[in-house]
């Protein structure tokens, strides 16, 4: 892994950096011939995240850290939020998340998603009224909007998240 690192540097420098390269890397990249580079680069060119064609684009969600990071992010957020109370332990959360996580990617960046587990952060959970997961809370401007608890199926989801997103 560390010589593919290294490959992968000394292929990003350019011709007038080499020469500053410290004597031991620049025997290694003297060793290479033009043409073993180019084969080499482009063996490698998975190694580079812009070349994948498949790169992550940015979340939709975010795992609540603290009471603090909610105010923040949840509260204080000019961007409605849509907030899945969940818990590692509970069948239904497992299933509605991916699906929520898609109805809200349907937005494009109009709404945001913060996950809560419950037993992480009780005192979200008992400050919303959450007695039952999975629950979801739309908030916008700091005020809660709607509320669901357990499954809806896809369409419903999106009329949710367009009913939070105003």
């Known amino acids: 892994m560390a010589h593919r690192l290294l ?20 025997v290694v990249a003297s060793s290479f011939s033009t043409s073993s580079l180019q084969c080499l680069a482009t063996r490698s060119s998975f ?12 979340k939709v969600s975010f795992n609540v850290q603290d009471h603090e990071d909610f105010t923040e992010r949840v509260i204080n957020s000019e961007l409605p939020v849509i907030v899945d109370f969940h818990a590692q332990w509970c069948g239904p959360c497992k299933i509605l998340g991916p699906r929520l996580e898609k109805a809200i990617a349907k937005q494009k960046g109009r709404i945001a998603m913060a996950k809560v587990d419950i037993d992480d952060h009780t005192d979200l959970a ?6 039952v997961v999975p629950t979801v809370i739309a908030i916008r401007g700091g005020d809660v909007v709607d509320i669901f608890v357990g499954i809806k199926d896809d369409d419903a989801l999106d009329s949710f998240v367009g009913k939070a997103i105003g």
Request: avoid cysteine; proline fraction near 11%.
């Open 126 to 131: 008992i400050q919303y009224g959450v007695s």
């Open 7 to 26: 490959l992968r540097k000394m292929w990003a420098l350019s011709a007038k950096d080499a020469g500053s390269l410290p004597e031991s890397a620049a």
């Open 47 to 58: 190694l580079s995240p812009r070349s994948h064609p498949h790169s992550p684009r940015r």
